[in-house]
C-alpha cells in the first residue's frame, strides 16, 4: 500500500488485522511498526480498540504483552522492530496468517531480510499474506523504495511488480 500521508494506511490495517483474525480462526496476525512504542501509539488504542468497540466483538487485550486474543482463538500481536536487527529475530518460530509491516520506508534495519528470511517462511503454512504500508520517502534504497519507486500515488490504482501487488491512493481519495 503506497499511499499519501493521512489517507488511512493505518487504519486499513487495523480492518484487515480484524477481518483476518475472525476469518482464520486460531491463527496469529502481527502488525510491525518502528518501535514497539510507535506501533502502540498508532494503532492500539485509536484503531484496533476502537474497530472491536464499534463492532462490539468479543475480545481481550493484554496491554503488556499488546496482544489480542479473539473469542475463536485467534491472536493479533503489536510489535515494533527498527531498534535493532536482534529485535526482528523475536518474530521467529511462529506462524501467520498476516503481517503487516507499517511505515515501509522509514526502517533502519534489512528489512528485505525480515521480509524474506523471517516472514515468508513463516507465512507459507496458512499460505498468509505480507503486507508493507507506506508512503513515499527520501530514502533511496530498500525493498519499499524498489517496489514503488516507478509507481503514483495519484490516480488510486492496482498494479503488480515483482509479484506484489501495489495499492495506491491518496488523502481525498
Do not use: H
Not at 53 to 77: H, M, P, R, V
Not at 136 to 147: Q, R, S
Amino acid at each position: 500500500l503506497f499511499s499519501t500521508r493521512r489517507a488511512a494506511k493505518s487504519y486499513t490495517a487495523g480492518l484487515y488485522l480484524v477481518k483476518t483474525a475472525l476469518e482464520r480462526k486460531g491463527t496469529s496476525s502481527v502488525y510491525i511498526g518502528l518501535t514497539r512504542d510507535q506501533s502502540k501509539r498508532l494503532i492500539w488504542n485509536d484503531i484496533l480498540k476502537e474497530i472491536i468497540k464499534k463492532y462490539d466483538i468479543s475480545a481481550k487485550f493484554n496491554e503488556t504483552e499488546l496482544t489480542i486474543t479473539f473469542f475463536n482463538g485467534s491472536i493479533i500481536y503489536i510489535v515494533g522492530v527498527d531498534d535493532s536487527e536482534a529485535e526482528k529475530d523475536k518474530l521467529l518460530g511462529k506462524k501467520y496468517s498476516l503481517a503487516i509491516i507499517d511505515e515501509a520506508a522509514s526502517y533502519n534495519i534489512d528489512l528485505k531480510s525480515l521480509v524474506f528470511k523471517i516472514l515468508k517462511p513463516a507465512m507459507s503454512d496458512l499460505r498468509g499474506t505480507i503486507c508493507l504500508i507506506g508512503t513515499p520517502d527520501n530514502k533511496k534504497a530498500g525493498i519499499f523504495y524498489e517496489l514503488t519507486k516507478d509507481v503514483e500515488v495519484n490516480p488510486a490504482s492496482i498494479s503488480n511488480k515483482d509479484g506484489w501487488q501495489i495499492y495506491t491512493w491518496s488523502t481525498f481519495d
